[in-house]
């Protein structure tokens, strides 16, 4: 069972560049997720999907964007890298109906903006 | 936003000993969850609360949702090595409707053989 895949695991880009952090799940779930975990600190939400087409904003949006355009495909682009955007970057999924329901992880992509 | 508040933020204990850690708000959340997150891996679930006064056990950790449903704790006993790791509390809020979790910043347990 895949459950929450990302890619890739570890990058590194000069301020400036961009990328698209990928994430796909096998489990149906409707609900996805986008989060950064700076070191030491708990996760924070950047972007939510209810579902394809849809997408809302977390705690902390400002220099990435998303899409949805199929259930299972929630990528991340980072536009315009920064070194604030330096951290470990989680996707996740749960189930449809309420937020209530837990979130499976994937395992994370590591950051480095230099 | 809602904030939850974790505690300890770290502990350090002998193999054997038993561990409590908590999560407080001063809102009232629906739904109590604890995970944990070894070095290098995503968040796992542990334990899921959904009732106020619910204890859940999970082999030898044990989580309740508090009675006020401010708050919650997570028990492990009889601590093992692998029990190394950070122990993430994740609620949803009553009063903000169907939003997205929120995470608390986790207690990082150590286990000193």
């Known amino acids: 069972n895949a459950g929450v895949t990302q890619t890739p695991k570890f990058r590194i880009l000069k301020i400036g560049q961009s990328m698209t952090l990928q994430c796909t799940q096998d489990?149906?779930?409707?609900?996805m997720y986008w989060y950064r975990q700076d070191p030491g600190m708990g996760l924070k939400l950047i972007y939510y999907?209810?579902?394809?087409?849809?997408?809302d904003k977390g705690e902390v949006p400002n220099g990435y964007n998303v899409s949805r355009s199929t259930t299972e495909d929630f990528p991340l682009r980072l536009e315009l890298a920064a070194p604030s955007q330096t951290s470990v970057y989680f996707c996740?999924?749960?189930?449809?109906?309420?937020?209530?329901?837990?979130?499976?992880f994937g395992d994370g992509t590591r950051l480095s903006i230099l | 936003g809602q904030q939850l508040n974790q505690s300890p933020q770290s502990m350090f204990i002998q193999e054997g000993e038993d561990v409590s850690m908590n999560c407080t708000s001063s809102?009232?959340?629906?739904?109590w969850l604890w995970y944990k997150q070894e070095p290098g891996e995503g968040p796992v679930l542990l334990i899921a609360?959904?009732?106020?006064?619910e204890l859940t056990s999970n082999g030898r950790l044990t989580a309740q949702f508090g009675i006020t449903r401010k708050d919650s704790f997570l028990n492990i006993s009889a601590s093992i090595p692998s029990d190394v790791g950070i122990y993430f509390c994740?609620?949803?809020?009553?009063?903000?409707?169907?939003?997205?979790?929120?995470f608390g910043k986790g207690t990082r347990l150590s286990v000193i053989a």
């Open positions: 609360l959904y009732k106020a006064g």
């Open positions: 994740a609620g949803q809020p009553r009063l903000s409707g169907n939003t997205p979790l929120v």
């Open positions: 489990m149906n779930h409707n609900y």
């Open positions: 809102s009232i959340f629906n739904t």
């Open positions: 999907s209810v579902g394809a087409g849809i997408t």
């Open positions: 996740a999924s749960s189930g449809q109906g309420r937020f209530n329901q837990p979130q499976h």
